[in-house]
């Protein structure tokens, strides 16, 4: 299978350093930042008033059109091909002679400044724009560096996940310029490929009622993960995507598929992703005006009896009993389990390689959402719309500020035109060459392309691609779109809340969520857990006191 980069593998590496990130909203930790901004969080009349107008591409069709949710709500086209038109978005060179300045975290090896890449790129751009990657392993000790001397580059890339290490709060209006003059309303249409970037996503970038953001890897349907199954083995035992329709569905399903003496189980680690099936929030929910922490709910300790109880009936491997995480995906790929928690982006054209690697006959699938006592309506909340968010820097004038907005309205060219195919591929010929009509990386590609820079800086929004793989495309588009109906936002969607310092331990909750693994691993019980929540209720009081005033009454939930 002929090697390329599609879009949804772009960032696997900078999921797994974010972990769950999708599970919270985007928080900041209060601080000086170099002088007191405009950080925090957004109401919802003044970002009504500055949210930039949504204007969807039409420039290129995919093979498989987005399925609308609800409000804000809808699944990412699907190409089954590489779009040979290419067509041009960006009508000349978008700048006009500046020279500056990006850092974007990378995670691989860091591309020689200067090279042929990065070279036709300043030529298509009309600037010249140095890149620096830095280390996204060190990138949270990196940037607060530069922060604390006001050594900021002229445009850098701030993750959501790393909001309070960064204090991008703080550092919102201080170092970081305001966009809203720019891009709010119907302004944003001068950049229409920005434009055609969901309003979700600039939400995430809002803070303090202003545009501070520039959106990468956007979707309208950002889940955390699911729980997916080895469709090629299930299949042959019947079992299809809905057939689970309860937690007892799944609970029987472990019992029949594990096989101990053969050295298969039935399940890896599941709790994370699939906790929510019990109805129960990423952390916060709203009853009677009131906010109630998931750790208060019923449902809540009956998704962790659930799971304890997995573990001893003996259906979870041993070795992910025993934490060890890092070989999942192998035992996955062996067939030693069947079942597995993961992050959307794992469904995709490198996974289906590797699992092909290991069984010729490899498919993913995955479970429909569904309600656990198989009666409610089947609920998943949304994930943030990004974490994945560049910032220009405040000392930059107004007519370099408008040159690298219409470098970003380049680099957020839709998935398959010109403008993308050289972000993505650099230059036919030298980085890539047509192969069955997929770009394909020669080796000055994979030596100067392929480690992702240009795209942190901006991006379209997602799409499920996989050249090469038509069905995984398929499978997941499937997916996507039988789900949307059951997708929500949850509380504080999309919202930068900039907690103080003094909290974000009782936000972390860092002991309940050890002693909740624990329980998920059979190591401790239910009570255990209930004895952590108990020690961790003062200060997640206190939390949600402080969420109640500063948050709740001030701005709302963000739904």
Same mark, same amino acid.
């Given at each position: ?16 350093? @974010? ?7 985007? /928080?900041? +930790?209060?601080? =000086?930042? !170099?002088?007191?901004?405009? *950080?925090? #969080? ?106 604390? @001397? ?7 890339? /701030?993750? +959501?996940?790393? =909001?309070? !290490?960064?204090?991008?709060? *703080?550092? #919102? ?129 009956? #998704? ?256």
């Amino acid at each position: 299978m002929t090697e390329q980069m599609n879009r949804r593998t772009l960032l696997n590496t900078a999921v797994a350093v @974010a972990g769950t990130a999708a599970l919270a909203p985007l /928080l900041s +930790a209060c601080g =000086n930042g !170099g002088g007191q901004g405009s *950080g925090g #969080a957004s109401t919802k009349k003044g970002l009504k008033a500055v949210l930039p107008a949504y204007v969807p591409d039409s420039s290129v069709k995919p093979d498989i059109p987005s399925v609308a949710g609800g409000t804000d709500i809808a699944t990412d086209p699907g190409f089954l091909t590489y779009p040979a038109a290419r067509p041009r978005t960006v009508d000349s060179v978008p700048g006009k002679g500046g020279s500056y300045t990006a850092v974007t975290p990378l995670w691989g090896t860091i591309p020689s400044p200067g090279n042929s890449f990065y070279q036709a790129m300043n030529k298509a751009l009309g600037l010249d724009l140095t890149i620096k990657p830095a280390d996204g392993n060190n990138y949270l000790t990196i940037i607060p560096t530069m922060t604390s @001397a006001k050594k900021l580059p002229d445009w850098i890339q /701030l993750p +959501a996940w790393w =909001n309070s !290490g960064f204090n991008t709060g *703080g550092l #919102a209006g201080t170092q970081l310029a305001d966009l809203t003059p720019y891009l709010a309303g119907d302004k944003i249409k001068k950049y229409p490929n920005l434009a055609a970037i969901p309003s979700g996503a600039w939400q995430a970038g809002a803070w303090g009622n202003k545009i501070y953001g520039i959106p990468s890897y956007s979707s309208s349907a950002v889940v955390s993960g699911t729980t997916f199954y080895r469709r090629d083995i299930l299949e042959t035992k019947g079992v299809t995507a809905d057939h689970v329709k309860s937690a007892d569905d799944l609970f029987a399903l472990g019992k029949e598929l594990t096989d101990a003496k053969r050295g298969v189980w039935a399940f890896d680690d599941v709790w994370t992703y699939l906790f929510p099936f019990w109805g129960v929030p990423n952390k916060w929910k709203v009853e009677n005006g009131k906010l109630v922490n998931k750790y208060e709910m019923p449902e809540f300790l009956e #998704a962790l009896d659930w799971h304890y109880k997995l573990a001893k009936a003996g259906y979870v491997h041993p070795d992910a009993l025993a934490g060890q995480d890092a070989a999942g995906a192998t035992r996955f790929y062996a067939g030693k389990v069947l079942i597995s928690g993961g992050g959307t982006g794992a469904w995709n054209l490198s996974d289906q390689q590797s699992g092909a690697a290991a069984d010729k006959n490899y498919r993913r699938g995955a479970v429909n959402i569904f309600a656990a006592d198989g009666s409610s309506k089947p609920s998943l909340f949304l994930g943030n719309s990004t974490g994945t968010i560049s910032y220009l820097n405040r000392r930059l004038k107004k007519d370099q500020i408008e040159e690298l907005l219409a470098v970003a309205d380049y680099l957020a060219a839709p998935y398959g035109s010109a403008e993308y195919t050289m972000v993505n591929y650099g230059v036919e010929g030298v980085h890539h060459t047509m192969v069955k009509g997929v770009p394909t990386f020669t080796d000055a590609g994979k030596k100067y392309v392929q480690p992702q820079t240009y795209s942190f800086l901006a991006s379209c929004p997602q799409v499920i691609s996989n050249p090469g793989a038509d069905q995984v495309t398929k499978d997941f588009a499937a997916w996507q779109a039988a789900n949307v109906e059951y997708l929500y936002k949850p509380v504080f969607w999309n919202m930068n809340i900039s907690l103080p310092a003094t909290l974000a331990t009782a936000d972390a909750a860092q002991s309940v969520e050890d002693t909740i693994k624990d329980c998920c691993h059979g190591k401790q019980k239910v009570s255990d857990v209930q004895d952590a929540i108990s020690a961790w209720k003062s200060s997640g009081d206190r939390l949600r006191q402080w969420l109640t005033s500063n948050v709740l009454e001030k701005y709302g939930t963000g739904q």
